[in-house]
């Protein structure tokens, strides 16, 4: 799986738009980029997943640079309860041909939105 | 969906005692995984079950760990002689078959050796 990289913590107002970047610069032509969240005592929590589109769902949108080395998470307006450590995550999707079973978790970027 | 369920949410054993772990994937999810997180780090895959077969194991999961899935519905993952380095919280996710790949994780049970 490609390596990423995320600033380790970010914090943003409540109600304003939370911009988690990713970088992914050794991403592959059949890896997609998936983001999972962690809120402090519970599991991973699946958000998104994109390969070269952008993607939006009732969570979150999903910002992917046409060259694909970088991705950019947007939470449209956060809330207290969107505080967690934000994972980006590169792989060849489980159902593909080749694809990869696990997840490869880096440590994160802790978000915290400010009241 | 019920979720995934663990059990117990926290165990506390001594240094070189057996601990064992259960979790309850989603009814009619055939994939089951095990993590391990450390403080501070994000989750590490351990291995991984399609129904009860054990298909891919991690070099993480030495020999005093062992995961069953006997009859393709719960899982267990035993430790024997834990040592102070297995404290973790020990993760189970599962996913559907087809049509996605999304994995659902469950609470976790975190894991103190004395």
């Known amino acids: 799986d490609a390596k990423t990289t995320q600033p380790p913590s970010m914090d943003c107002a409540e109600g304003r738009a939370a911009n988690l970047p990713c970088n992914h610069s050794?991403?592959?032509?059949?890896?997609?980029v998936y983001w999972y969240r962690q809120i402090h005592s519970q599991g991973p929590q699946y958000i998104i997943h994109?390969?070269?589109n952008n993607e939006t769902n009732e969570m979150a949108s999903l910002i992917i640079t046409e060259d694909r080395k970088s991705s950019t998470l947007i939470l449209p307006h956060a809330t207290l309860r969107d505080t967690a450590v934000y994972y980006c995550i590169v792989r060849v999707p489980s159902i593909s041909n080749f694809g990869n079973e696990k997840l490869t978790f880096g440590t994160g970027t802790r978000l915290t939105i400010i009241p | 969906d019920t979720g995934v369920s663990q059990d117990p949410r926290h165990k506390i054993t001594k240094r070189g005692q057996n601990v064992t772990f259960r979790c309850d994937p989603i009814s009619e999810h055939n994939r089951l995984y095990w993590y391990r997180q450390t403080l501070g780090q994000g989750p590490e895959f351990l291995t991984y079950f399609q129904n009860e077969a054990q298909l891919e194991k991690s070099r993480l999961l030495s020999d005093r760990f062992s995961a069953e899935r006997p009859k393709g519905s719960f899982s267990t993952l035993e430790i024997q002689r834990t040592e102070q380095g297995d404290s973790a919280m020990y993760l189970c996710?599962?996913?559907?078959?087809?049509?996605?790949?999304?994995?659902?994780f469950g609470p976790g049970t975190r894991l103190t050796v004395l």
């Open positions: 050794t991403i592959s032509g059949n890896e997609y």
């Open positions: 994109g390969l070269k």
């Open positions: 996710a599962s996913r559907r078959e087809r049509g996605t790949d999304t994995q659902y």
